[in-house]
């Protein structure tokens, strides 16, 4: 069984700064791409951005350039840097974990953890 644990929301004024962080715990191989995504109120929940067990990195147009992700493979554990953030930033952000178990792989999800941008 793997648990995944988001932390590091919360509110901020446009223009500042969050960082997110999400880990995983438990008994597993390996994680392939982790991945932030975010869901909007009346919106669907959309990808944020990608990093896969090669070093690979992508992100949706709108947070290119301002959002950051990084990877700490030695403690299980996915982070997502945010700049110069924006109202439009505001969701409930999640991180997704591609896990190789003992006996399968599996996508887990984390609990969500808010993010509010409001001056």
């Known amino acids: 069984q793997v648990q995944v644990v988001e932390s590091g929301g919360g509110s901020v004024q446009p223009g500042g700064s969050l960082r997110l962080s999400c880990a995983a715990a438990?008994?597993?191989?390996?994680?392939?791409?982790m991945a932030w995504y975010r869901q909007a109120p009346g919106k669907q929940r959309e990808l944020v951005a990608t990093?896969?067990?090669?070093?690979?990195?992508n992100y949706a147009d709108s947070v290119k350039g301002r959002f950051a992700i990084d990877r700490d493979n030695a403690k299980n554990t996915v982070y997502l840097e945010m700049n110069s953030l924006k109202s439009e930033d505001t969701a409930i952000y999640y991180c997704?974990?591609?896990?190789?178990?003992?006996?399968?792989?599996?996508?887990?999800w984390g609990q969500g953890t808010q993010v509010t941008v409001s001056s």
């Open positions: 997704n974990l591609d896990v190789q178990g003992f006996f399968k792989r599996q996508n887990y």
């Open positions: 990093s896969t067990s090669d070093g690979a990195t």
């Open positions: 438990g008994t597993f191989f390996r994680i392939y791409t």
